[in-house]
């Protein structure tokens, strides 16, 4: 594809309800980033996939985010038990491989009611 | 632990006027800086990164360590610089650089006619 793609773009959660965000990374790219932005901030640091591997999840808030990356290519990123506070745009980024730019995808806004 | 600032949440400047948006940065390695720019309804992309030494758009950025600064500066802004730009550092403590970033705030760039 022509750029990351990420899924859905916009999502209304109610509290407490279990929401998924899905990421496409541009094809071959080997390294995979989650970020969290909350309104007015920059973009916050999740995790981090080298193909398949979770290699970093330092910036995962709590227990209840979840992110996977099966085959090395789509990324997942689950949310369980949605609280207020998880409003924000999540950012998928990737790239070809360590060191090397980074593409960011649109995000998606998750609002939590 | 790694820290981006950016003093400045908003900036306005007229047409044809030199820009600067600051940055400044805590980090105890050897760190690698970059700027993102987002253009309104677009994605977050790279501007430039230290390294490179490169200029885009008419945008340059020295890395001054002794201030732990990478300012922005283009001589003279035009109206479709107008945009959110984001410092951002990479580390590579324990050896070991794969693209994580940490992010500054973000200032509001906006180019009066």
């Known amino acids: 594809g022509a750029g990351v793609s990420q899924s859905p773009r916009y999502k209304v959660a109610k509290r407490g309800q279990d929401v998924a965000l899905r990421c496409d990374p541009i094809?071959?790219?080997?390294?995979l980033f989650w970020y969290q932005q909350a309104l007015g901030q920059g973009p916050e640091f999740l995790t981090y996939?080298?193909?398949?591997?979770?290699?970093?999840k330092s910036g995962l808030p709590s227990d209840r985010f979840f992110a996977e990356r099966p085959e090395g290519s789509v990324s997942t990123l689950k949310i369980q038990r949605t609280q207020q506070e998880d409003s924000a745009v999540y950012l998928c980024?990737?790239?070809?491989?360590?060191?090397?730019?980074?593409?960011f995808g649109e995000g998606s806004w998750l609002t939590v009611v | 632990a790694q820290r981006v600032t950016q003093p400045e949440k908003l900036l306005s400047v007229f047409k044809g006027a030199p820009v600067e948006l600051k940055c400044n940065y805590s980090?105890?390695?050897?760190?690698?800086l970059f700027w993102y720019v987002q253009y309104s309804r677009q994605r977050l992309q790279l501007l430039l990164r230290h390294i490179s030494r490169e200029s885009i758009k008419g945008f340059t950025a020295d890395l001054n360590k002794g201030e732990t600064s990478f300012h922005l500066k283009k001589p003279f802004a035009q109206e479709e610089d107008s945009a959110m730009y984001y410092c951002?550092?990479?580390?590579?403590?324990?050896?070991?650089?794969?693209?994580?970033?940490?992010f500054g705030q973000g200032t509001i760039l906006t180019v009066h006619p």
């Open positions: 094809s071959g790219h080997v390294s």
């Open positions: 951002a550092l990479s580390g590579n403590a324990g050896g070991t650089s794969y693209g994580k970033l940490t």
């Open positions: 980090y105890s390695g050897s760190p690698e």
């Open positions: 980024a990737s790239s070809w491989t360590d060191g090397n730019t980074i593409y």
């Open positions: 996939f080298q193909n398949e591997a979770q290699l970093d």
